[in-house]
C-alpha cells in the first residue's frame, strides 16, 4: 500500500504533462518542432474526409468577400446617403458612399455565383455521384453566393476556411460535414487545387488575385493538369490588368493568354467549362453528361494533346489529386 507522500506524488505524475499521451498533448503538438507534423495532419485530416463523402472532383470559385446580394447592399446605401444629407461637407462619408454604389453594381456577380453553383451542382450531383462540388473559401460575399447556389439544390458544397486575426466564420451554406478550418495557407491552397477540374474567378482583392495567378502559374508550369479558368466579366478584368502588355513585353508567351476565359453570365461560364472538355475529347475528367465533338470536328491541337504547351497527363481515377510533384 501506498504512503500518503508515495499517493500524492503519483496524483502530480498524472497531472504532468509528460505522462500525457503525445496525440493528447496539444501543448505538445502545438511546439514549433511539431510543425512537420501539424502540416502532414491538415494536408490527411480533410482528405480523408472527402474520400469518406465520395467528392471525386470539385468546381473552385473565388471572389471578393465584399460582394454581397442587393438585399444586404440596399439599407448600407440608404444609410449612406442619409449621412451625407445631414452631413454633405464630410468627404468621408461621401466617400464611403461612392464606394457602396460600385459594390452595388457588382451585387450582380452575386447572383451569377449562385446561379452558377446551382447549375453544376443540378447536372453533376446525380445519381449519389459528388462530381464538380462547389469548393470556396468558406467566408462571406461571392464564397456565400456559390456555397448557397449548391444548397438550393440541395447539394453537397465545400468550404475551406482560414485561420485569420479577424476571425471569419462560415458561412451557412456549406455542408457541416464538409466545413473545413485551416491554419496553413499552403495546405489550403493545395486542397483547392488537388480535385478542381474547373476554377471560376468573379471579380475581388488580393486574395482572389493571389489565388487566380497561383493556379495560372501551376497550370503554365505543368504542375498540374491543364483546366477550364473562367474569369466573370471581361470588362473589369480587361480594365484591372493589361494581359496583352504582359504578352507584347514578353514575360509571357502568346499563348498564355489562352489559359483562362471570359464569361458574363452564369450559363456561359458553364458551357466554357464543357466546351473546354468537349473539344478535348472528354474523358475522365469531363463534367458528366458532356457531349463529345466527333474527332474530326476537333480543332489539330485538340487531336494533337493539350492545346497548352505542356502534355496532359491522364489522371487515375482511383487518385483524385491533380498536383503533381
Known sequence: MNTPAQMKKLRRMKASGAYLRAYEDVAFLRREDLRPVRLQLELLKPELMLREQGITSTVVVFGSTRTVSREEMAPQIARLEKQVRRRPGDAMARRELAVARRLMAK????????????????????GGRCDYVVVTGGGPGIMEAANRGAHDVGAKTIGLNITLPHEQYPNPYISPELSFQFH??????????????????????????????????????????PIPVILFGRAWWSRLINWKMLSDEGVIAPEDLGLFRFAETAEEAWEKIQD?????????????????EPPDALPAPARAGARHRRPRRKAARSRPARRRG
Not at 184 to 211: N, S
Request: net charge positive; proline share 4%; hydrophobic share 45%.
Open 107 to 126: 451585387a450582380k456577380y452575386y447572383a451569377e455565383a449562385r446561379r452558377f453553383a446551382r447549375l453544376v451542382s443540378t447536372a453533376c450531383q446525380i
Open 184 to 225: 496553413y495557407f499552403a495546405i489550403r491552397k493545395m486542397h483547392f487545387m488537388m480535385r478542381a477540374r474547373a476554377m471560376v474567378i468573379f471579380p475581388g482583392g488580393y486574395g482572389t488575385l493571389d489565388e487566380l495567378f497561383e493556379a495560372l502559374t501551376l497550370v503554365q508550369t505543368g504542375k498540374v493538369n
Open 276 to 292: 473546354y472538355y468537349r473539344t478535348r475529347g472528354g474523358g475522365a475528367d469531363a463534367p458528366p453528361g458532356t457531349a463529345m
